[in-house]
T-cell receptor, first 112, second 110 residues
Framework: EAQVTQNPRYLITVTGKKLTVTCSQN?????MSWYRQDPGLGLRQIYY???????DKGDVPEGYKVSRKEKRNFPLILESPSPNQTSLYFC???????????FGPGTRLTVT | EDQVTQSPEALRLQEGESSSLNCSYT??????LFWYRQDPGKGPEFLFT???AGEEKEKERLKATLTKKESFLHITAPKPEDSATYLC???????????FGPGTSLSVIP
């Protein structure tokens, strides 16, 4: 089954404790992306990757890191999470920015 | 600045009452416009891609259309299961980032 998977689905952590949210896709897509979704602010792109080893900032990259060492994986790293990073996070993949994206189920992160 | 807006913010329809949702964009050199459906707490689900003004796509009770400045998602005789948030998105003009509109929350009342 073609899919984008994310783990964990739910995470409660404390300020400053480094965490990683994993994302994997099995569709051989070149393009992968991370979004956060907040009430009243909609979906905002954090980082995207056009291919292995190629990443670029989206609209809200501050406080996040990403890496793309393999085509299928695109982890999101929060090195020192803060409460304002409490949000619903989605990973997505597609053939490119000008093509449709397929989204993962989401990770609900709470930082206390 | 590349921007996507959607209206209305929320729409409440009676079952069977047709209507349209609007997505306006300011990106020049459009490289595609996408419509997604999102159910609460779930990831957006792809509906349509439109690339050229005048293009139309249909799926069940939904039809998407595109002009040079906006797109419409027409919902014909909606059913309660069409209740969801509908999002539109476009690639930015000169980068490979994707910009989403704020969405329209649709409620269809039986």
């Amino acid at each position: 089954e073609a899919q984008v998977t994310q783990n964990p689905r739910y995470l409660i952590t404390v300020t400053g404790k480094k965490l990683t949210v994993t994302c994997s896709q099995n569709m051989n897509h070149e393009y992968m992306s991370w979004y956060r979704q907040d009430p009243g602010l909609g979906l905002r792109q954090i980082y995207y990757s056009m291919n292995v080893e190629v990443t670029d900032k989206g609209d809200v990259p501050e406080g996040y890191k990403v890496s793309r060492k393999e085509k299928r994986n695109f982890p999101l790293i929060l090195e020192s999470p803060s409460p304002n990073q409490t949000s619903l996070y989605f990973c997505a993949s597609g053939a490119g920015a000008e093509y449709e994206q397929y989204f993962g189920p989401g990770t609900r992160l709470t930082v206390t | 600045e590349d921007q996507v807006t959607q209206s209305p913010e929320a729409l409440r329809l009676q079952e069977g009452e047709s209507s349209s949702l609007n997505c306006s964009y300011t990106v020049s050199g459009l490289r595609g416009l996408f419509w997604y459906r999102q159910d609460p707490g779930k990831g957006p689900e792809f509906l349509f891609t439109l690339y050229s003004a005048g293009e139309e796509k249909e799926k069940e009770r939904l039809k998407a259309t595109l002009t040079k400045k906006e797109s419409f998602l027409h919902i014909t005789a909606p059913k309660p299961e069409d209740s969801a948030t509908y999002l539109c998105a476009v690639p930015a003009r000169s980068y490979d980032k994707v910009i989403f509109g704020p969405g329209t929350s649709l409620s269809v009342i039986p």
